[in-house]
DNA sequence: TTAGGGTTAG
């Protein structure tokens, strides 16, 4: 690190070259002070515009500093000192910065005014502007600035095509992503894993792992990187593909691309996600270099696995270890005291937000209403969201429901889905809480007249679907499948464990059936709910000794979880079930969760 | 001076 003695010192180097150096290791060491000084002193002595290399002046490297330094309005302070008329260089530095450090909309605007002043776009401006567009992901926006590009001599220019790629994949519009890239003559690792982002970012899985498989061929060593990677760990992750997943980890370790802390953040979302909670911490504590978003996937497995304490710890132990915890953080600790009902930790660490300069988000209201309202604090969570200092959102008045279905307290329940309606939702999710409220109270007719309403607003209910991973191949079950080539089987084994369950005093619980039918078609409705049927699948086919993965896309119903006890009862075996929210491990007749979930 | 950006839950 060069020694600065500002303003009065005799020591500054007088050439430009040699300044442009200087200012480039005040950025690295991020040292402000020093850098606006010197700012000061270029503007003092009118070297601004002196050359620091054949194609960049001094007032250059200055907007850059104030880009690596998170200050875009430094940056364009710095741009307007610089006279006039700007180089391209000076535009497209700008551009950078604005579009870097989260200012969009202003760096269209300098776009267009560099536009306006006859600086024709270019291979440095155009990746910029693109990148500003797909960060307000207006279609319009998308299309014109394609259509601009394609004027200029850098229409297929690999920096401006991927770009754009993402660009249009920001922008709800990945078909003509799709096409731009495979239009592409050349394509390197960002590119691919731009396009592979986008489609994991849809939900596109398949499509994701395909274009995956393709990026692996097709790259010439070094290949895929750590970023594609990561994005694709989590596609596995998000699909529960624990084998796939698995593989991928191979080939990282072949590479030495597990050692990221990204890679390493994923792979242990993947092993926590797919029930193999020991296989995550170990890889945790094995990882040569940690990020906070390494802290935050083992604090959330942690708490998805109901090892509560394990999580406190852990986010002491993150604080020692000199992260500070970030917005994300803090979520993972709410919901780890939601899964355990800790209604004071949750107040504390909510309180704690601001001390770290956090300003709370929707999310962290929802999960603080969650925690209040599963824990039977249906006023308390009223009045906290009466308190809200911004707009309550649709998860805030779901969690809402959520508890009041718990608690059976369907008026609130009514009134929390009035407020939900009024945000403007659509989504089945809202419907279905409500109406599986109403019927918790045994209000049967309000619990129909809801659904009735979901079906009037055209709105269709998520399908409920279980599956189960073996030797490779996933097997999905719906409610009452029989689809399945083994479902005899199936069948059998349930209907004879059955038996045994309720020797040992199970009686299936018919509350959260909807319809006010008679005992025997309740009874039916629940008993083959598609964990069941997942389940009975595992013991057909997943050898003794090893525990039974299911995973299911809806919340497990309150009969099936203690149905599911039963069956680890008399079964012998272990049954890890992972719903939309959490995981329960269910052993010898009762589960992780300690019923509260 | 230019492009992808990782962890929450959904």
Known sequence: MPLLRLPHTPYLPTSAPALANLLLSLSAARSLPKGQQLHAHLLKSGLLSSPATATRPLSNHLITFYARCGLPLLSRAAFDDSPSPRPAAAWSSLLASLAQNGLPLPA???????????????????????????????????RSLHALALKTPFAEDVFVVSSLVDMYAKSALLAEARRLFDLMPHRNVVSWSTIIYGYAEAGLDADALRLFKMALAELEPPGVNDFTYSC????????????????????????????????????????????????????????????????????????????????????????????????????????????????DEGKRYFALTSEYGIEPGAQHYAAMVDLLSRAGRITEAVAFIEEMPIEPTESVWGALITGCRIHKDADTAAYAATKLFETGSSSSGAHMLLSNAYAAAGRYADAAQARKAMRDRGVRKETGLSWLETAGKVHTFVSGDRRHPRSDEIYAVLEEV????????YVPDTSQVLRDVGGEEKRAAIWYHSERLAIGLGFLVVP??????????????????????????????????????RFHRFEDGACSCGDYW
């Open 108 to 142: 269209i605007a300098a776009f267009r005014s560099m536009l306006l002043v006859a600086v024709p776009p270019s291979d440095r401006s155009l990746p910029s502007a693109a990148k500003a567009a797909a960060a307000l992901s207006s279609p319009s926006l998308a």
């Open 232 to 343: 694709i760990i989590r596609v596995c992750s998000t699909a529960t593909l624990l084998e796939l997943g698995s593989s991928i980890h191979a080939h990282c370790f072949k590479t030495s691309f597990d050692s990221s802390p990204f890679v390493g953040s994923s792979l242990i979302s993947l092993y926590s996600k797919c029930g193999l909670v020991e296989e995550a911490y170990e890889l945790f504590d094995q990882m040569p270099d940690r990020n906070i978003g390494a802290w935050n996937a083992i604090l959330i497995a942690s708490a998805q696995h109901g090892h509560i304490h394990v999580a406190f710890h852990r986010f002491q132990e993150m604080k020692a270890a000199g992260f500070s915890p970030n917005f994300i953080t803090f979520l993972c600790l709410l919901t780890a005291c939601s899964h355990a009902g800790l209604v």
């Open 498 to 505: 059955g038996e045994r369950m309720e020797k040992a005093g």
């Open 544 to 581: 003794e000794g090893q525990p039974i993965r299911v995973m299911k896309n809806l919340r497990v119903c309150v009969d099936c979880h203690t149905a599911i006890k039963y069956l680890s009862k008399c079964t012998g075996r272990a049954i890890v079930l992972r719903d939309n929210n």
